[in-house]
Antibody
């Protein structure tokens, strides 16, 4: 079955960096776009970044553009999110989520991980 | 950026009753609209996509309607497991993908 498992969340000081991972299994990694969505404590969902099924396109929310970087390792079926210049507004549970259709169909998300918590605090 | 607005913020419903949740887009998203359910401590679950198509395994008591800028999620007869927060998401024009602020369905 399809699984996405996030890791790498931690408590970090403002201005520091962190790398999140999302290990996937149960589907062909190179045929589905995958995204990061975050949720601040007690708040709603905010899309952060996405990468196309073939890895050729990367997309970012304005709030993280220039600070976060999405990438993937197809040999490990793993998605990454590099978070730089963190601030308190980045404190959230970070989910990875898979698009529901293969080969670049419309990005709604049918499988989600359980999330990894990033806390930015001095 | 397309802004998604959900109403009401909280809906109090008795078990067995019908619940109607609204989602409005700041500009037309055609039928590129999804609904998710999120329970405490859990990841969101896809309920509806294409505004009205139920995702795999979703019970028939969940239905979606609308197009353009106005959308509705209806739960025909609320079960205990349906009390949760519901989000709409547009995927017509992106980036960014945008979600509504959510509607919490609570027990009356």
């Amino acid at each position: 079955q399809v699984q996405l498992v996030e890791s790498g969340g931690d408590v970090v000081q403002p201005g520091r960096s962190l790398r999140l991972s999302c290990a996937t299994s149960g589907f062909t990694f190179t045929t589905y776009g995958v995204h990061w969505v975050r949720q601040a404590p007690g708040k709603g969902l905010e899309w952060v970044a996405g990468i196309s099924y073939d890895g050729s396109e990367k997309y970012y929310a304005d709030s993280v553009k220039g600070r976060f970087s999405i990438s993937r390792d197809i040999s490990k079926n793993t998605l990454y999110l590099q978070l730089d210049s963190l601030n308190s507004g980045d404190t959230a549970l970070y989910y990875c989520a898979r698009e529901s259709g293969a080969h670049g169909s419309l990005p709604r998300f049918d499988h989600w991980g359980q999330g990894t918590l990033v806390t930015v605090s001095s | 950026e397309i802004v998604m607005t959900q109403s009401p913020a909280t809906l109090s419903v008795s078990p067995g009753e019908r619940a109607t949740l609204s989602c409005r887009a700041s500009q037309s998203v055609s039928s590129s609209l999804a609904w998710y359910q999120q329970k405490p401590g859990q990841a969101p679950r896809l309920l509806i996509y294409g505004a009205s198509t139920r995702a795999t395994g979703i019970p028939a008591r969940f239905s979606g309607s609308g197009s353009g800028t106005e959308f509705t999620l209806t739960i025909s007869s609320l079960q205990s497991e349906d009390f949760a927060v519901y989000y709409c998401q547009q995927y017509k024009s992106w980036p960014p993908l945008t979600f509504g602020g959510g509607t919490k369905v609570e027990i009356k």
